[in-house]
């Protein structure tokens, strides 16, 4: 039960002596009140007691029945509002908001919150309604067992930090502005006494359910499909996420939803406040760069380079696994110059379903191939390539007219591109080479990373490739192009590797 002191409270607010809420009732007033709506039969008269102690009196008379559930309800109804105060029925909404917020306020000195259950309210002890399910950095999270909602409330050490408490509302304002966006978790009523918002249930969070369960290829795009048109509908409202991560995004009878916009920012306001740069910085293997020298450096293209990660987590279930068919695009999300990732989610997304449209496509490897063997070099050559796994590689390399070109075109623009490809053909070419003649095409790869001077990981592989094929395969072509090299001069550690 409520103290009397609780008690008393609400009855000073609904007799007006704690003004703005409830109009001013006069003793008479209050007798009739309790009369009307409650069958009390008291009249009013000289010497009657005071009007809070008849009102406190009274509620305690309709706790003690089991009636107070009826009372809260009649005080905060639409229609008694309306007519106690005289305002319109939007006004009447507004002014009850604001009542629940004030009680909720004054009770939580005593543990006791009011809720609004489907149409009613309800009274509430929180320690006996919140049952502990996890917690954040800044942030516990709970169930209320009379809502069934989930309750985020910032933890004790961190009410009084304005800096960390200011970026919690606004976490709590920024998704309630999303509210229409199906893909954001629906949020529901701030609480300024305690520091702690309502939201919906979810079932799991994403890295759960990857984590946890198998899924088809179809699936898998489907879910990345949701994600990146979720994340461009935010983006189109001007507004960045900054902490995206599986954990963030939560699972809804099959629909995913994203959540926790705790570090994000609406590039339509400036704020003046200050970020931690020891926390808040996105989860490690999602955060872009530049986020880890300052906070406020994020943009959508940090969003872009989270969502690359998290596109390598969903097809791979590691978010630095980009062995799949999605990699140009991924690659090109994270790349550590955020001037070259796509600028937003929405481009991402387009680069996306051009690489699954192609790998959906089997018709246009043809029409590639002929551009391939006519010494075409565009977007479906690229493509094309980031599809082919190594083996598929080292036969396209012996068996297709072109493709050394299309190879060295492929690697020419990206250093860690060049290494990767390379390393892919030095482990596979031994097996795919069946002819003599065949090992000579690798060698001229070899030969041009080389010679065109890329970094040293790139030709020290490269080399060990030429030296194999030169000297191991006794291609005698090969060889000559090694004196070549030479002769040109190039790294001494490099020519060592290519004359022992």
């Known amino acids: 039960m409520l103290s009397e002191a609780g008690l008393k409270i609400i009855g000073n607010i609904l007799i007006g002596d704690t003004p703005g809420y409830y109009s001013y009732k006069s003793g008479s007033q209050i007798v009739e009140f309790f009369n009307s709506n409650f069958g009390f039969s008291d009249r009013y008269y000289s010497g009657f007691p005071s009007r809070w102690f008849y009102t406190l009196e009274n509620i305690k008379l309709l706790w003690n029945n089991g009636r107070f559930h009826e009372f809260l309800n009649f005080i905060l109804s639409k229609r008694f509002v309306m007519r106690d105060n005289n305002l319109s029925e939007v006004d009447a909404l507004d002014r009850i908001n604001q009542i629940v917020q ?95 918002y309502t939201m919906e249930e ?185 599809d082919l796994d190594a083996n598929a590689l080292c036969k396209a390399i012996v068996s297709l007219p072109g493709m050394v070109s299309a190879v060295l075109s492929f690697i020419e623009s990206d250093d860690k591109r060049a290494v990767e490809t390379l390393q892919m053909i030095d482990n596979e070419y031994s097996n795919v080479c069946g002819r003599w003649e065949d090992y000579d095409d690798i060698g001229i790869i070899a030969y041009n990373v080389i010679y065109s001077n890329r970094t040293y990981v790139a030709q020290e592989i490269a080399a060990r490739m030429l030296h194999d094929v030169a000297f191991v395969k006794n291609r005698f072509k090969m060889q000559r192009l090694v004196d070549d090299l030479i002769q040109r001069g190039t790294d001494p550690t490099i020519e060592e590797i290519l004359k022992r």
């Open 102 to 196: 004030y009680l909720n306020n004054e009770l939580s000195i005593e543990g006791h919150k009011i809720l609004k259950r489907g149409q009613e309210y309800v009274l509430i002890a929180e320690n006996s309604d919140l049952e502990f399910i996890g917690e954040g950095g800044f942030a516990n999270v709970y169930k209320s067992r009379s809502s069934g909602l989930i309750v985020k409330k910032l933890k004790d050490d961190f009410k009084t930090h304005k800096g960390i408490s200011h970026r919690f509302k606004r976490e709590f304002q920024i998704t309630k502005s999303l509210s229409d966006i199906e893909g954001v978790i629906k949020v529901f009523d701030f609480n300024e006494s305690d520091y702690s």
């Open 202 to 386: 979810a079932e799991l969070t994403l890295e759960k359910f990857i984590n946890d369960y198998d899924h088809h290829e179809s699936s898998k795009l489907t879910m990345i499909r949701q994600v990146l048109h979720i994340i461009k509908l935010v983006h189109d409202r001007n507004i960045i996420h900054r902490d995206i991560s599986p954990n963030n995004i939560l699972l809804f009878r099959g629909r995913l939803k994203i959540s926790d916009f705790g570090l994000g920012k609406d590039l339509d306001m400036f704020h003046s406040h200050r970020t931690m740069r020891t926390h808040s910085l996105g989860q490690y293997y999602y955060c872009a760069p530049e986020q880890f020298m300052q906070l406020k450096e994020g943009d959508k293209r940090s969003d872009v380079y989270s969502l690359g990660s998290l596109i390598n987590f969903i097809m791979t279930g590691d978010p630095r696994d980009s062995n799949h068919f999605l990699r140009n695009p991924v690659e090109k999300a994270k790349n550590e110059n955020p001037n070259m990732r796509y600028s937003d989610a929405g481009h991402l997304l387009q680069g996306v379903e051009s690489a699954i449209a192609y790998h959906q496509n089997h018709e246009r490897i043809e029409l590639v191939k002929a551009k391939i063997q006519n010494r075409v070099y565009d977007d479906d050559v690229e493509n094309y390539i980031y």
